[in-house]
């Protein structure tokens, strides 16, 4: 995926070392007398860095990189003990990141380790007070007059579905083509059953209102690796909270140590197909 992350210019770096302790994430060491980005999962590519090189060695690019991983930045965080997790934490309200401030908050909140900023409310700004995914709208439907007469057949052949509740390893997953499905799909697409269902195991999660996401990557990672799942197909909604589906997707398979293909499609609000795209 595109995405701003950070870029080292060799020539003007002279292994100082002082934007490495400002990278909360860990995504800069000292390597060879030069600093380094470890790893793509771990840049923000919101540049707390930035201003802290003397030599002006650093800047942000937008390139093809590995989604940004907050519950692996998470993993490394903790080990820096509270004050770094406060900066962190500080860092992404501060920078309005309030999807990964959420995604930290249920990391801490699932491993039991105290979190010092969550009687901190992040400041509301016009961008933030709501989700364009959750703005009221009517959809308007032309009559095509097609007949809808006649009952449709159910492609489901499993229960349950919804991701919480699923066994990973259950017979139904056993060597299948996982559709990974946001839950508001089912009931905007009219066809979801017919076109996406067919052939396919199932799980369902909203990535904006479920809790405790770190048990979905621990799912679907056991899908992949120990149910032998071949492919997944991750279908969502066009609204921006839903991509976090994708990016659970693409972490498990990256855990997994495997390599099966992921396809996203994307749904519009109105019904219909907007994008297909393959990503792994």
């Known amino acids: 995926m595109k995405r701003k992350i950070i870029k080292i210019d060799e020539d003007k770096c002279d292994g100082c070392g002082v934007c490495v302790p400002e990278c909360h994430e860990g995504a800069l060491q000292i390597i060879d007398g030069k600093v380094r980005l470890i790893s793509d999962l771990f840049c923000d590519g919101l ?5 802290h090189c003397p030599q002006d060695a650093l800047l942000i690019e937008e390139r093809e990189a590995e989604p940004y991983d907050e519950t692996k930045v998470m993993d490394y965080i903790v ?8 900066a962190h934490l500080e860092h992404l309200r501060d920078h309005e990141e309030f999807e990964y401030l959420k995604e930290a908050f249920f990391y801490l909140e699932a491993k ?14 016009k961008q933030h007070q709501a989700c364009p995914g959750s ?19 159910s492609h489901l052949t499993q229960w349950p579905i919804q991701l919480h509740l699923v066994p990973p390893t259950a017979p139904y997953y056993k060597n299948s ?3 990974l499905a946001a839950d508001c799909v089912g ?3 009219g066809d979801f059953h017919k076109d996406f269902m067919k052939d396919k195991s199932l799980a369902i999660a909203c990535p904006k209102l479920d809790t405790n996401k770190e048990v979905y990557l621990e799912k679907i990672t056991s899908m992949i690796k120990d149910a032998g799942v071949k492919s997944i197909t991750v279908v969502i909604m066009q609204v921006p909270c839903c991509g976090g589906l994708v990016q ?6 990256t855990a997994s140590g495997k390599n099966i293909p992921v396809e ?3 749904i519009g609000v109105n019904g219909e197909v907007l994008q297909k795209a393959i990503i792994n």
């Open 177 to 179: 083509d996982l559709l």
């Open 47 to 51: 540049g707390a860095c930035i201003g």
């Open 135 to 153: 703005a009221s709208r009517v959809i308007e439907k032309k009559n095509t007059g097609n007949d809808e007469s006649g009952k449709r057949e």
């Open 187 to 189: 009931f905007s697409y």
């Open 248 to 253: 659970i997707a693409q972490q498990a398979v």
């Open 264 to 266: 996203v499609i994307v």
């Open 112 to 125: 039991g380790i105290y979190n010092p900023i969550k009687d901190i409310k992040p400041p509301v700004t």
């Open 79 to 86: 080990k820096g003990g509270p004050n770094v997790i406060k």
